[in-house]
Every structure is written in structure tokens, then in C-alpha cells.
């Protein structure tokens, strides 16, 4: 059984849904840089114990090694006390119809994700992105039809401006289709504008929860990048990610983000987790983590509360436009 007496839940939107405030995620660590099955186990089960009920994977992360990895541990525990979501849109395989949001892309993939983690049904599904070659009234279709039929509980899109998102409502709503009741961008301190500008706006407007990738800007906001690159960070793995973050003005900012954060008795990590669980509409905050060390200072950001002060010193010091081009 969880423990829940520190971790909060919130309603996903105007749905029924209860998430945790933070949830783990699978991208570019299990399966991938993390492979050992139990350090996995471990990393998992201490997120459970903590109160996480959320746990967000996809289909292409490591080619569903990590759906496979995540399973294996997920199965342990109740499955009513889990949230578990996976995603579709990228290629899986060279095969022209193994891509994208097409129904027959869609079906197989629900297939595949079920398989993969050995679960009857998914919480939430995610379109990973939105799909320009395909007509949308299609998706709509598909994924209204993978609810009817149990598979999936919940649909959501991921990285889609805020007009796809009313699209996709006002499809829906004409068709009667079960309509996006949440939506997954990258949202930290230092990529804000996309968020606050047009999509927050009309996931709003749709009663659609916001769960966060990436609150970290994949690790620069912790304060390991302060002095370089460390052997085998993420950054000195992931080139695209490397040549987007290692700028002298970004890490200038979260060098000084340090003051506030030893002033409040928290890590810059804990600073700004929590600086991202506090934003309006935020339903829950995806965390990364490869040893259970890092995921335990994660889950520190529970119990920092920020000021109107501190807040004011944050949107001072990452102005509310972000630094960094969504």
C-alpha cells in the first residue's frame, strides 16, 4: 500500500481522474540509460511507497524496453491504486503505417503498449504529437473507439498548440466522441512561453489537466551542468539536447537561482519542481530518476512552499516569455 500521507492528488482537469502531484516517467532512462531490472525496481517501488500513483511511459521510449522494464514492477502492485499512461505518434519501425495517429496506427499501438506492460487497459493515452498527414475527425474516431471498447480510460495529446487542442474539442463535441481531457508539454522555468501564451489557455477553456515533461529542462536546473559536462549525464549523452541547453546565459540564471533555493532550505532541483507543481492548471509534475537518491531529492519539492516573494524572484529572474525556443 502507498504511502499518501505527503504526496497530494489532484484532479485531472475537470475530470474524475486523481493524480499525483508528481508522477515518474520512463523517457530516456528505463530501458535506456538505465537498465538494470532491479535498480529499476527499486526506483519504482520507492515512488509507489512515496505516494506516486502516476506513471508515465511510451511506446517509443527505448523501442518499449521501458514499458517492458516499468511492467514488470508495476504488476505488483494494486492495480486500482495505479495511473499508468503510454503514448503513440513516433515511428516504432520502418514500416510506412507504424507511425503516426491514423486508426490502424492506433489500434496496433494500444495493442503493443498493453503487451509490453501487461495491463488490461490504460489509464491515459497520449497523442505524442499531433499528426498533420492524418485527418483529425480520424483520430478523434479512434481514440473514442479505444474508450468504448475499454482499452483506454482517458485521452490526451502531447506538445499540440492550443488551436489543434480546441480543434479536437469542437471535433468531439459535433461527433460525440469522448474529447482530449489532458495534455503533456515540456513546462519549466525556462521554457514557459508556449505554455502560458497558447496552450494553458485553451486546455482551460477544454477542462483539461496539465502534466508537465521535462520540469527540469532535461537536468540544467539542477545546478550539475554549473561546471561542465559530467560523464554520462544526459547532456553528454543526448547531442540536440547538449547544443539547446549548454548556453553561458542559461546557466548564468541558474547559477543565480541558488540564492533562493539556500534561503528556502531546498535544493535548486526541489526549487524547481515545486515552482512547476504551483502553476495554475498543473494537474501533476513528471520526474526522471536513475538511482533512488535522485528520485528521493525529487520528491523533496512535497514540502518547499514558495512565496508570493519567491515567485516574484523566480518570474524575475525567468521572465514568464522563457529563455528557450519551444
Known amino acids: 500500500m502507498s504511502d499518501t500521507t505527503t504526496m497530494q492528488y ?21 530501458g535506456g ?18 505516494g506516486v500513483n502516476f506513471f508515465d511511459i511510451a511506446d517509443v521510449y527505448a523501442l518499449g524496453e521501458a514499458e517492458r522494464l516499468m511492467g514488470k514492477t508495476l504488476a505488483e502492485f494494486p492495480r486500482h491504486e495505479l495511473v499508468i499512461s503510454s503514448k503513440a505518434y513516433w515511428p516504432m519501425s520502418q514500416a510506412p503505417n507504424n507511425r503516426g495517429l491514423s486508426r490502424k496506427h492506433l489500434f496496433e499501438s494500444v495493442e ?20 498533420a498527414t492524418t485527418p483529425l475527425e480520424e483520430t478523434v474516431r479512434a481514440l473514442d473507439d479505444l474508450v468504448r471498447q475499454g482499452k483506454i480510460l482517458y485521452w490526451g495529446t502531447s506538445e499540440w498548440t492550443g488551436a489543434q487542442v480546441r480543434e479536437a474539442c469542437a471535433i468531439a463535441d459535433r461527433l460525440g466522441c469522448y474529447a482530449p481531457r489532458v495534455e503533456q508539454p515540456q513546462y519549466s522555468l525556462l521554457a514557459r512561453a508556449k505554455v502560458e501564451s497558447d496552450v494553458r489557455p485553451a486546455t482551460d477553456e477544454a477542462g483539461m489537466g496539465l502534466v508537465l515533461w521535462s520540469p527540469l529542462s532535461s537536468g540544467l536546473l539542477t545546478g550539475k551542468y ?22 553561458d546565459e542559461l546557466l548564468g540564471k541558474v547559477r543565480a537561482m541558488k540564492a533562493i533555493a539556500d534561503e528556502l532550505g531546498c535544493t535548486r532541483t526541489q526549487l524547481a519542481l515545486a515552482w512547476a507543481a504551483a502553476q495554475p492548471g498543473v494537474t501533476s509534475v513528471i520526474l526522471g530518476a536513475t538511482s533512488v537518491a535522485q528520485l528521493v531529492e525529487n520528491l523533496g519539492a512535497r514540502d518547499v512552499v514558495l512565496s508570493p516573494d519567491v515567485l516574484a524572484r523566480l518570474d524575475a529572474l525567468f521572465p514568464p516569455g522563457g ?4
Do not use: N, V
Open 10 to 30: 489532484r484532479k485531472m482537469g475537470a475530470s474524475g481522474l486523481e493524480l499525483s502531484t508528481y508522477a515518474l516517467g520512463g523517457w530516456t532512462t528505463f
Open 33 to 50: 540509460s538505465l537498465k538494470d531490472e532491479a535498480l529499476a525496481r527499486e526506483i519504482i517501488t520507492t515512488a509507489f511507497e512515496a
Open 112 to 131: 503493443g503498449s498493453l503487451q509490453r506492460i501487461g495491463t488490461d487497459y490504460l489509464d491515459l493515452y497520449f497523442c505524442h504529437r499531433f499528426d
Open 226 to 247: 554549473d561546471d561542465g559536462l559530467p560523464e554520462g549525464s544526459r547532456l553528454a549523452r543526448i547531442e540536440f539536447l547538449r547544443t539547446r541547453l549548454m548556453q
Open 323 to 326: 529563455m528557450l525556443e519551444e
